[in-house]
């Protein structure tokens, strides 16, 4: 992707020729002309593409009018998306969840009530985390399970509580080192509605095709894959493993 994107942009391959990598400001200059030149050759579009489909999909589940601008195979993702979440009611939209015995925290799509016809084929009822996908889903299924278990088990938590500019290093850095009262910290949780944190639904809306289907996720096997990465991340901070090896001198 780089290679391409510079072929496009030779003026990245130019600016880049005068800066010194082992430089500090200067590999943070590489690292941006890296981004731009991986932007040329299409590499972000995707990405772009499924934030976009995101944002309409909230004027669809907020019951508002789409923009008057959208294209027809915008308008004919939206209109597969609406059929096939015909069956879910949104309960939130976009909030935000922290889980502390995991250290880990994120932004869940949807919240949504199903009643009707579960993985087993037998009745099923009640709220649902439910999450959005626009690329492929066939090599990322344990990590969506396990990134819908996590949000199944969070904690409503309102950041604002706590502002900081993060744009803004020292004060990030103060910020990070202050201490809050235990009140004041567990003030800004709130429970989730009940939900339920067996299974979860992947809403699959592949951009510029005018599908959409809907996916069980297993969240037991999620929930123990999230807890095997904090048993890895533990490991991986762990000192001593390996010590020099001294010869005795004779």
Not at 81 to 101: G, H, R, W
Not at 163 to 173: E, L, R
């Amino acid at each position: 992707m780089v290679l391409l994107g510079s072929s496009k942009r030779p003026d990245l391959l130019e600016a880049a020729s005068v800066l010194d990598p082992e430089d500090p400001e200067d590999k943070k200059k590489l690292n941006a002309l890296t981004e731009q030149a991986k932007d040329s050759a299409g590499a972000n579009e995707k990405s772009r593409k499924g934030t976009y489909l995101h944002d309409l999909s909230e004027y669809v589940d907020r019951g508002d009018p789409l923009p008057k601008a959208i294209s027809g195979a915008d308008l004919d993702d939206m209109a597969a998306y609406m059929m096939a979440t015909s069956v879910l009611t949104v309960v939130a939209i976009e909030q935000f969840v922290a889980v502390p015995e995991l250290s880990v925290g994120g932004t869940f799509d949807r919240l949504s009530y199903y009643e009707g016809p579960g993985p087993d084929g037998k009745p099923i009822a009640g709220n649902f985390i439910t999450d959005t996908k626009t690329g492929t889903i066939e090599y990322g299924k344990l990590k969506m399970a396990s990134q819908l278990a996590v949000y199944s088990r969070g904690k409503l938590y309102d950041h604002t509580r706590f502002p900081v500019d993060a744009s803004d290093k020292k004060a990030f850095a103060a910020w990070k080192k202050t201490e809050f009262p235990a009140e004041q910290a567990a003030e800004a949780y709130s429970p989730l509605p009940p939900v339920n944190q067996d299974w979860g639904i992947i809403v699959h809306l592949p951009a510029g095709t005018g599908t959409c289907s809907l996916y069980w996720v297993d969240l037991n096997i999620g929930w123990a894959l999230a807890n095997l990465a904090l048993t890895i991340r533990k490991a991986r901070s762990t000192k001593g493993a390996m010590k020099p090896f001294v010869m005795q001198a004779t």
